[in-house]
């Protein structure tokens, strides 16, 4: 059965907002440093990663236009699939409704 459009538009906010967590926020930052000092700048691949995530030292942040493309790609066939599961619908929210607070907090404030 094909997602309703709410259900669509909870995944888009859920996807923005695992995406920042991917990217930016400081609770994943550790996360992110430990991948990036284990990845060898000199591989082609390894330097994707590197410019996906960061630099280890916090100086680059990483790309969210890149990660969420990834993160959509490999969550999309959940949404499609599994859109009526209540567990499924609980977690889209969970994760719509924090995407949703950080805008709003965030709109008018320089950071």
Known sequence: MMPSALD?????AATARVTTLITHDEITAPTRAWLVRRFQPDRRFHRL?????GSPDGDMT??????????GLLSAPLMWFWSN???VMIVLIGLAASQ?????HSYGRQQ
């Open 49 to 53: 990663i590197v410019y996906m995530l």
């Open 100 to 104: 949703t607070t950080g805008m709003i």
């Open 85 to 87: 599961n209540p567990l």
């Open 62 to 71: 990483g790309c969210p236009w890149c990660v969420s493309m990834w993160v």
């Open 8 to 12: 669509l538009i909870l995944y888009v």
